[in-house]
């Protein structure tokens, strides 16, 4: 149905895609073109999986539908991986987004690193928290999450464990 791979240089145009204002209704609207290339070449000089990976979502047509990916963050004195996807309209409710979650949390987990994976969509998003659901994140409660920085929004904080024998990892 779907496979990850590796964020490259190609994938520019899919990154402008996702950069719509219906994309990024629940994300502070859509980035200059600036910040989209940075963004971009952000996703490409960011290559260790220990640390987090970008990934376009590709169809077994070779259509790239969307993006998803995972990345280290402080949380609530822990360091955690936190992970964010989006999918284009004209693949929309189909799964891809649920299938690409799965598929993040294998390779989440294949680090052997930390603990938790979180998710942290819009509380106005009912489609990706119902991926959160879907992919068997719990929903820990409503949090103050700062998203583009500088603007706090309103999110769910929805956990996933990785490594139930994992201790926590404190943030530094």
Known sequence: ML???RWSDGDLDLLRQK???EMREHLGGPETEEAVL???RRYLEDGD????LMFAIVLDTGERAG???YWER???DELVYETGWGVLPAYQGRGLASAAAQAVIEVAREQRRLRYLHAFPSVDHPASNAVCKKAGFTLLGETDFEYPPGTLMRSNDWR???HPT???RKAT
């Open 3 to 5: 496979r990850l791979e």
């Open 19 to 21: 950069n719509a204002p």
């Open 38 to 40: 940075k963004r971009h």
């Open 49 to 52: 999986p220990q640390v987090g």
């Open 67 to 69: 993006t998803i990916g």
């Open 74 to 76: 402080p949380w609530r």
């Open 160 to 162: 996933l464990e990785l």
């Open 166 to 168: 994992f201790g926590a």
